[in-house]
């Protein structure tokens, strides 16, 4: 998929000319079909974590280190696994530091950066296009009968469709397949299983300071408004190269010549078997680590 501002980037290149400054690039613009098929893999997440992976797409540099950092961390859960993100002075934006309790997330997003880099540009570009698309895919899945309030989430048919946690200190990543679920069911087809929302990942009050917990990330459809840690999220294209997110005032990115500190933990990733179990919306098995606990 190709933006306005990679298309012009190749243009000047064609004739010898270097890239527009950062400030002077045009924003990008994506047809709604492309936004519906960018945002469908996501569409279905619960609203807070939604709001939450929209804001941490806009820095794709920092998803790669991040979802290494989780996967070597994910036996830390609670107060543990916030305590270790603190204590290791983690050098990434603290939007991208809040999926940190998400490996399964981080890890998709990672495996596929281009599309996690269209994705934050075109919620840069325009949020209520983004906004609309993630409504529409959910109003598909609704039609069909695969989007249902259950044991884990409640959702909300009007006028917008929203899905939130029953607890807020506990989400749950669903477990589905875009080329199902937005689609009418073939004959015989049990709609009730396509949805997979499995095991939940707490995020009560150890992550407060990321906007878990309490209503800090939400959105606000009918104004297209997202809010990030308590605060309405107005990182732009224009803007996004200076803009400071005021929801996060207490994290402060290093200096580039900042030397982290050494691990005081263990690095373990996690086996084929967990990561298979988190794709599939199901609970790992308990597995015995080896590895240095925090």
């Not at 409504?135 to 695969?146: H, I």
């Not at 605060?231 to 994290?251: C, E, I, L, P």
């Not at 263990?266 to 179990?277: D, F, K, N, Y």
């Amino acid at each position: 998929m190709f933006t306005l501002s990679r298309n012009l980037a190749l243009l000047l290149a064609m004739v010898g000319l270097t890239a527009l400054p950062v400030f002077a690039q045009a924003p990008p613009s994506f047809a709604p079909g492309d936004l519906d098929r960018m945002v469908a893999r996501i569409a279905l997440y619960p609203d807070p974590l939604l709001a939450q992976v929209l804001a941490a797409a806009t820095y794709p540099n920092d998803i790669p280190p991040a979802a290494q950092w989780a996967d070597q961390h994910h036996y830390l859960s609670g107060q543990a696994l916030a305590a270790a993100i603190t204590a290791d002075q983690l050098p990434w934006e603290a939007a991208v530091q809040a999926l940190l309790p998400f490996p399964s997330v981080l890890e998709m997003m990672a495996a596929d950066m281009n599309w996690t880099s269209d994705l934050g540009n075109a919620f840069l570009a325009s949020q209520p296009a983004v906004m609309d698309a993630v409504q529409r895919q959910r109003a598909l899945a609704a039609r069909y009968g695969y989007l249902r309030t259950g044991p884990q989430v409640v959702v909300g048919t009007g006028p917008y469709i929203t899905i939130m946690p029953v607890s807020p200190a506990f989400v749950v990543v669903p477990a589905y397949d875009p080329a199902v679920v937005f689609f009418a069911p073939r004959p015989g087809f049990f709609v009730g299983g396509a949805v997979r929302f499995g095991f939940r990942i707490s995020v009560g009050a150890y992550f407060g300071a990321w906007g878990w917990g309490g209503p800090g990330l939400r959105f606000d459809w009918g104004a297209r408004r997202v809010w990030v840690n308590n605060v309405v999220w107005t990182r732009t294209w224009v803007n996004r190269t200076v803009y400071v997110h005021q929801g996060y005032t207490s994290f402060r990115r290093p200096a580039p010549n900042y030397v982290r500190p050494a691990e005081a933990h263990g690095l373990e990733a996690r086996t084929e078997v967990e990561r298979s179990a988190a794709r599939e919306g199901r609970e790992p098995p308990r597995e015995e680590h080896r590895g240095g606990r925090h």
